[in-house]
Each structure stands twice: as C-alpha cells, then as structure tokens.
C-alpha cells in the first residue's frame, strides 16, 4: 500500500475556502455527507457543519507530509476534527468517491 493523500473533516458551516493546494498535495473535492459541493456547481443539498475536504497526490507521499498538510490547515485558522490517510494498491484507490 502506498499513502497518496488525507481526507480532512472541517468543523465549519458551509464550504470552507481552503487552500488548493499544499506542498504536493491539491484540494480534489469538498463534500457534505457523502455529496461533492466543490468544484461548483454543487447540487442544492442540505450543508453539514462537517464538509470532508479530499487532498490527492499524483505520487507517494510520506506521514511527515500529511502532518504538515495539517499543520497548515490549522495554522490556517481551520478546526479539523478527523483526518483518514488515502491509500492505494498496485495503482487502484483503496477509498472510495463522494456521489
């Protein structure tokens, strides 16, 4: 298995107005349970206080480069709440994607 990105749950109201992207990391997709609110156009769904914010590498990155993703988040201002590790396999995803 080899670590390709973090999902960051946000505590906050709407859609966060994140960084795109952080060191080799890019902001893939924002969504509110289970539905993609970012990149617009986002589908007119009721917003959760708990957006899940998807950043992907195109390459292997290391735990050390998670953890200043989420030292940047948080120096950002933002309260994350969870963080899942994103994994892949001989080149499949071993996540899964929002609706």
């Known amino acids: ?5 973090v999902d960051i ?5 709407g859609i966060p107005d994140i960084p795109k992207q ?3 990391f890019t902001l893939t997709f924002i969504s509110s349970r ?12 009721e917003l ?3 957006p899940q914010c998807r950043y992907l590498s195109d390459k292997q990155v290391t735990d050390r480069e998670v953890d200043a993703l989420v030292e940047k ?3 950002s201002g ?3 709440t969870k ?5 892949k396999k001989d080149g499949e995803n071993l996540f899964s994607e929002p609706y």
């Open 48 to 50: 959760s206080d708990w």
């Open 73 to 75: 988040i948080s120096a």
């Open 1 to 5: 298995m080899n670590l390709h990105g």
């Open 83 to 87: 963080c899942q590790k994103l994994f």
């Open 34 to 45: 289970g539905t993609r609110v970012y990149p617009p156009p986002a589908p007119d769904v």
């Open 22 to 24: 952080v060191g080799p």
């Open 9 to 13: 749950y946000l505590w906050h109201d």
């Open 78 to 80: 933002w309260r994350w």
